[in-house]
């Protein structure tokens, strides 16, 4: 492993001032021209906007901005990637590392809490800047930070010696946002570990910054099979005909797709809401995975729900969609607790001879235990 060698991180818009010859749909030229301040969008924004701005960065591709058909809060879009008042607005029990990703770390860069499973994350950038992220303390808080090829190193050490690892998760930051040079590097290296056995990306490019999908980046990641990418799709609205074909690309590149989503109120708290994301992703070829219950993270009470709105949306998808297109409901639990999946109480009563179950439509049905 060369570790001399310099990994790229796509520059900001201060960094190389965009060539003419760039177009709309060039992902370099959306990183590029990220939209940084919310005094450059088309509305006047609040003195509170401007401070929640410089607490917690701001960025939006081009691309991700054009979503926006209403320039307020009651817009999906707008209220996913703007920064907002009640981002100023904290309780006691959140924290900025709510999942104590710090506390799981053995080396820098590595988060290993599960036993057979490690989550790298390689850099602090994304194409957009998700308001409700649970690494706002890491998102966009340096100048394109991206793991060095010694932390690469060490990380890659520490995997070797940790056999029972099979799954390293690639998550950031976006990923997808370093060159596709860079990426191949570090999946060459988790690669060279003999114990693992899948690779897997999390990435919201996507949704965000579509034209990121390129024939050089899924030639390039078919080279690491078995790889799977996990996306982020919220709401039904990102389900754009540039999205849907670059999940087509990734799918035909041989990549199962999967999707998390987090559950925000005002946005996606709807169970109509929800069920139309899922069909849209069944059709896109991507496989519902987690509906998560958003996190204790500093900056973003406003987006929580009560638990029970996702129980509720869990009991209206069942009956009504696939098994395939239901997500598992999940919170992950502070003080870095792990995952666990919440579901609707379908057991009524259980003894020796019989269970009781409630069905999806509330009827009751015995079910008889063996003899």
């Not at 849209?280 to 009560?306: A, N, S, W």
């Not at 009524?348 to 509330?362: A, D, H, P, Q, Y």
Request: hydrophobic content about 35%; proline content about 8%; aromatic content about 8%.
């Amino acid at each position: 492993m060369d570790l001399n060698k310099k990994f790229e991180q796509v520059e900001d818009p201060e960094d190389k001032p965009p060539s003419q010859l760039e177009k709309f749909d060039d992902w370099h030229w959306q990183m590029r021209n990220r939209i940084r301040k919310v005094s450059n969008l088309n509305f006047p924004p609040s003195k509170e906007m401007i401070q929640a701005e410089e607490k917690f960065p701001m960025a939006i591709t081009p691309y991700y901005a054009s979503l926006v058909k209403r320039w307020d809060s009651t817009d999906p879009i707008f209220a996913m990637s703007i920064p907002q008042a009640n981002e100023l607005l904290d309780s006691s029990f959140l924290s900025s590392d709510p999942l104590s990703e710090g506390h799981d770390m053995p080396v820098p860069n590595l988060v290993h809490r599960y036993k057979d499973r490690a989550l790298l994350i390689t850099t602090d950038v994304c194409g957009m800047f998700c308001r409700f992220c649970t690494r706002k303390r890491v998102a966009g808080q340096t100048h394109g930070s991206v793991i060095t090829p010694i932390q690469l190193e060490v990380v890659i050490q520490y995997l070797k010696e940790h056999s029972e690892i099979h799954d390293v998760i690639i998550s950031g930051g976006d990923p997808l946002t370093m060159s596709t040079n860079t990426l191949d590097y570090i999946l060459t290296a988790v690669r060279s570990v003999p114990s693992v056995d899948i690779i897997r990306i999390g990435t919201r490019v996507p949704v965000t910054m579509p034209m990121r999908i390129t024939e050089e980046l899924t030639e390039m990641l078919k080279k690491h099979h078995p790889v799977w990418i996990n996306t982020h799709f919220n709401h039904p609205v990102e389900i754009t005909p540039e999205a849907k074909k670059a999940c087509e690309v990734l799918v035909n590149a041989g990549i199962p797709l999967g999707n998390q989503t987090v559950l925000l109120k005002g946005i996606n708290d709807d169970p109509m809401v929800i069920e139309e994301l899922c069909r849209g992703l069944i059709r896109m070829r991507v496989r519902p995975y987690y509906l998560f219950q958003c996190d204790l993270v500093k900056g973003v009470e406003h987006f929580r729900t009560p638990l029970k709105k996702g129980i509720e949306i869990m009991e209206h998808l069942r009956g009504r969609l696939s098994g395939i297109a239901i997500p598992n409901f999940v919170v992950d639990a502070p003080n870095g607790g792990g995952k666990i999946e919440l579901l609707p109480n379908y057991i009524v009563s259980m003894n020796e001879k019989e269970t009781i179950l409630r069905n999806f439509e509330g009827k009751l049905v015995s079910y008889p235990e063996p003899i």
